[in-house]
């Protein structure tokens, strides 16, 4: 309504009263530009929207004192670690009453350092339920065991100071603890130099366990997670970077799974163990309540350890029918007779994925081909036998249902297929409501492929095009008929230019995330773009940092390096 107009009643928020959650979701997908624009319009805008926005993200270094001033109603908390200063004093957190969850992330780049004692003004806040810490040097790590409200508990890339004991003894007084998530620093494990998880079993409280650390992937682990009274979701991922010698679960612990949890389980994801056989999975049948499950095993160490999983042992998952996700990769050895037990049975899923599978191919895939009506994401990711025939079956199954069923294919995901495939096995009536789509590697995919897809392109929010062979004229196409773009790789698409770039600029008005790393953009182009407001909700990539440089080979003697020596 025009400033000025009193002849027809004033708008106000009071009358959407009844819409708060709706706009509690809008505010949260806005950018931080936006919400500040939101704030000035208005006394009883600002009022609002301090009071609905429940989640928020602050520049690293932001005072909490500053923060819980402004957003009084905040549920869930960020706060980033500046690198020069580290993390914030938390006294001014108990003034955030609702707050429910709070994460404490490190510095950008190295491992910050937190003195957990600091921690302590959040006693004082009896409604915090969730706290996370990430990229930290925990000295004082008792301090944590004051914190007896704590539901959930999350340790990324922390290493605990002067703490000796098992972590489970770390957190045995936090009575209510009921989800636990820890993952070890990258390329730390090696060295045992992390908190063990023996006596893991006394936190009965726990309903939830994700574990990635050396320790945390063992038949003892399993053991142990077993007898958790209440375990229903359980994670356990073995970091590629651990040598032969570390170990990994194997066929006992998945045995001692199946008989301790089966009655309650109904998550379970594996990643990267390399201990495990067709028994073992066969085991696994016995989860009879299992929703979802993930197998992405590693290939078997040279000595020792079982030889990979095949149809003898993945046929035995089709008794899991009430599976509503299924992940399978790495060293499982995907054949036709599997597909077929699988395609038969479990007739509730709505997600199906395989990854690295290089086994599987056409016709292993043609008997999955009864589970393509139900479902609403399909993943082949790195799977090089698969062609555009069987998927273009897959995905004729599940036009016949797209128009019926009220959530049709909305995820798929063809990296790393090469090209197998091409707009032949893309078939666009399946796809009309399609929101992630990625084909990444998928050399064979073109302007043409592209300008196929326009009719699904309608309600697509993320796609992934890296190393496809798309030019300027597939960026002005996207820019035309995908208004609902959100994320977008370009990545290694040499025939992109600034060209491409103000096409895509000027179209997709939702556009937030844009990777332009191998293209013929210029810099300077990008940061034209940067500069403008459009730019400024934009975030965008045309270089990433190099991790590694070779090191100068060294005379010997003074450990000098050669001259002339290094990266050219």
């Known amino acids: 309504m025009k400033p000025g107009d009193s002849g027809r009643p004033a708008a106000c928020w009071a009358a959407l009263e009844d819409c708060g959650d709706c706009f509690e979701q809008v505010l949260a997908a806005l950018q931080p530009a936006d919400v500040a624009a939101l704030r000035l319009v208005s006394r009883g805008w600002r009022q609002h929207v301090d009071l609905l926005l429940h989640q928020l993200q602050p520049a690293a270094g932001a005072q909490p004192a500053a923060v819980a ?213 066969a085991a696994l049948a016995g989860l009879a309540q299992l929703r979802r499950l993930e197998l992405r095993l590693g290939d078997p160490a040279p000595h020792g350890l079982a030889g990979r999983v095949g149809d003898e042992g993945l046929r035995c998952l089709a008794d899991l029918t009430l599976l509503q996700s299924l992940h399978l990769g790495g060293a499982c050895v995907v054949g036709e007779h599997a597909c077929s037990a699988l395609g038969g049975r479990l007739r509730a899923l709505t997600s199906l994925q395989f990854s690295d599978c290089r086994s599987l191919g056409d016709a292993a895939l043609y008997r999955l081909a009864p589970l393509a009506p139900g479902l609403r994401r399909l993943g082949l990711n790195n799977c090089e036998g698969v062609t555009d025939i069987a998927l273009a079956v897959l995905l004729k199954g599940a036009s016949r249902q797209a128009l019926r069923r009220a959530v049709p294919l909305s995820h798929l995901e063809l990296a790393g297929c090469h090209r197998n495939i091409t707009g032949i096995g893309l078939q666009v009536g399946s796809l009309r409501r399609l929101r992630h789509l990625n084909l990444a590697g998928c050399d064979a995919i073109t302007d043409v492929e592209i300008e196929a897809l326009l009719p699904a392109a309608q309600c697509l929010e993320h796609l992934n095009l890296r190393d496809c062979r798309v030019s300027d004229r597939a960026c002005a196409l996207l820019a035309a008929y995908a208004p609902s773009l959100q994320w977008l790789s370009l990545e290694h698409c040499p025939r992109v230019s600034k060209q491409g770039l103000a096409c895509l600029a000027a179209g997709l008005p939702l556009l937030r995330e844009l990777h332009l790393v191998g293209t013929a953009v210029p810099s300077e182009a990008a940061a034209q773009l940067r500069a403008t407001p459009r730019g400024r909700r934009l975030r965008i990539s045309t270089f990433k940092h190099c991790w590694w440089v070779p090191p100068a080979p060294l005379d010997g003697e003074g450990g000098q390096p050669v001259a002339g020596a290094g990266p050219q």
């Open 69 to 281: 001033a402004t957003w009084r109603h905040l549920a869930r908390l960020q706060l980033a670690a500046s690198a020069r200063s580290g993390l914030p004093p938390l006294d001014a957190l108990p003034g955030l009453r609702c707050l429910r969850s709070l994460a404490l992330h490190g510095p950008p780049s190295g491992l910050g350092e937190l003195n957990c004692r600091s921690l302590a003004p959040l006693e004082a806040m009896p409604g915090l339920e969730g706290l996370e810490l990430s990229g930290q040097l925990l000295r004082h790590a008792t301090t944590l065991q004051q914190l007896a409200q704590l539901s959930r508990l999350a340790l990324h890339g922390c290493t605990l100071a002067g703490w000796h004991g098992s972590l489970p003894a770390l957190l045995l007084p936090l009575a209510r603890l009921a989800h636990l998530r820890f993952y070890a620093p990258r390329g730390g494990g090696g060295g045992g130099g992390g908190p063990t998880l023996a006596g893991l079993s006394r936190l009965t409280g726990l309903t939830s366990l994700e574990l990635s650390c050396e320790d945390g992937a063992s038949d003892g682990t399993c053991r142990e997670a077993s007898a958790l009274p209440r375990l229903a979701s359980l994670a356990i991922e073995r970091c590629a970077s651990l040598g032969n010698a570390a170990p990994s679960v194997g066929d006992a612990g998945l045995e001692a799974l199946a008989a301790g949890l089966a009655p309650r389980l109904t998550s379970l994801a594996l990643t990267g163990c390399r201990g495990v056989s067709d028994r073992g999975v």
